[in-house]
């Protein structure tokens, strides 16, 4: 079974810091057919739908503060945000799809909160 | 913008169905795969599976045997239905366009309760 986790379970940032949250897969994620990481993060907010903040690892969606940074390829990703803000806290998950059989699966998430 | 709205019963009997449609405004929507995401109470969240345009579908291998879903181009909806519920199937319910090898947008979610 694949298994994929995220790092920490919840974090405490001071406002205006980095926050930093880890996504790791047991089989990787990077297809050779267009050199591309399947793998997403989320914002979810309490009450709310989760929101895409990020695609293909990397790809920040349209209207996504440019605070919001990911990295990493094959089994090991990150999700960076550069400088805290108030309106950052919430619940992310990181989201990956294997294509054998087709799936998707969601990471267990990570509680990011204001120190 | 592409708008998605889940519709259904808030409550369900033990062993019967749950029955979800999911309708999209404002937006293409032949041509598009779109999926059902599961989220119980204070927990994480759970791919159901998708439906694409000719109605092919992936399932969740651990719902596959009680899972349905099915898509009408001409009505913009898609359809969701769970068979057997049990109280572990308690949980709110999102519909989702796939985009990029992930969900946007999504729909509210729908909170669905199996309990006699």
């Known amino acids: ?115 | 913008q592409v708008q998605l709205q889940e519709s259904g019963p808030g409550l369900v009997k033990p062993s019967e169905t749950l029955s979800l449609t999911c309708a999209v405004s404002g937006g293409s929507f032949s041509g598009r795969w779109w999926s059902w995401v599961r989220q119980p109470p204070g927990k994480g969240l759970e791919w159901i599976g998708e439906v694409g345009p000719d109605g092919t579908t992936n399932l969740n291998m651990s719902l596959k045997s009680r899972v349905t879903i099915s898509v009408d181009n001409s009505k913009t909806q898609f359809y969701l239905s769970l068979s057997s519920v049990t109280a572990a199937d308690t949980a709110v319910y999102f519909c989702a366009r796939n985009h990029n090898f992930a969900f946007d947008p999504w729909g509210q979610g729908t909170l669905v309760i199996v309990s006699s």
């Open chain 1, 1 to 115: 079974d694949i298994v994929m986790t995220q790092s920490p379970e919840s974090l405490a940032v001071s406002l205006g810091e980095r926050a930093t949250i880890t996504c790791k897969s047991s089989q990787s994620v990077l297809y050779s057919s267009n050199n591309k990481n399947f793998l997403g993060w989320y914002q979810q907010k309490p009450g709310q739908p989760p929101k895409l903040l990020i695609s293909w690892a990397s790809t920040r969606e349209s209207g996504v503060p440019d605070r919001f940074s990911g990295s990493g390829s094959g089994t090991d990703f990150t999700l960076t945000i550069s400088t805290l803000q108030a309106e950052d806290v919430a619940i992310y998950y990181c989201q990956q799809y294997y294509t054998n059989p087709p799936m998707f699966i969601f990471g267990p998430g990570t509680k990011l909160e204001i120190k």
